[in-house]
């Protein structure tokens, strides 16, 4: 088992930079594939990017390419989510899940979850 703690959430401005942080605790944080989800007021939890067990991989949703950048430090037991050129649409909170298994953009494949940080883009 393994708990995930998100951080680094705020209020930007458009065309601004956020570093969210995921720390984790419990079983060996390396044997996890990784991801962030984020979930908008009155819609559901969507896929945002995830990340191999040992990073050598990553994926993204279109609407972050080339502007998130998932990473993670297995020595630190922590993910990060470096998300430039922030835009309105990106509002929402996100959240970081772990699975040993699922490699998949479906959040029901993955079975741990933090609690969540909230990120607000104003205009």
């Known amino acids: 088992q393994v708990q995930l703690v998100e951080s680094g959430g705020g209020l930007v401005q458009a065309g601004g930079s956020l570093r969210l942080s995921c720390a984790a605790s419990g079983r060996t944080f390396s044997s996890y594939v990784m991801g962030w989800f984020r979930q908008a007021p009155g819609k559901e939890r969507v896929f945002v990017a995830r990340?191999?067990?040992?990073?050598?991989?990553?994926y993204y949703t279109d609407s972050v390419k080339g502007r998130f950048t998932i990473s993670r430090d297995n020595a630190e037991n922590t993910l990060y989510l470096q998300m430039n050129n922030l835009k309105p649409e990106d509002t929402a909170v996100y959240y970081c899940?772990?699975?040993?298994?699922?490699?998949?953009?479906?959040?029901?494949?993955?079975?741990?979850w933090g609690q969540g940080t909230q990120v607000t883009v104003s205009s």
């Open positions: 990340i191999t067990e040992r990073g050598g991989f990553t």
């Open positions: 899940a772990a699975d040993l298994r699922a490699w998949t953009s479906s959040a029901s494949d993955y079975g741990y």
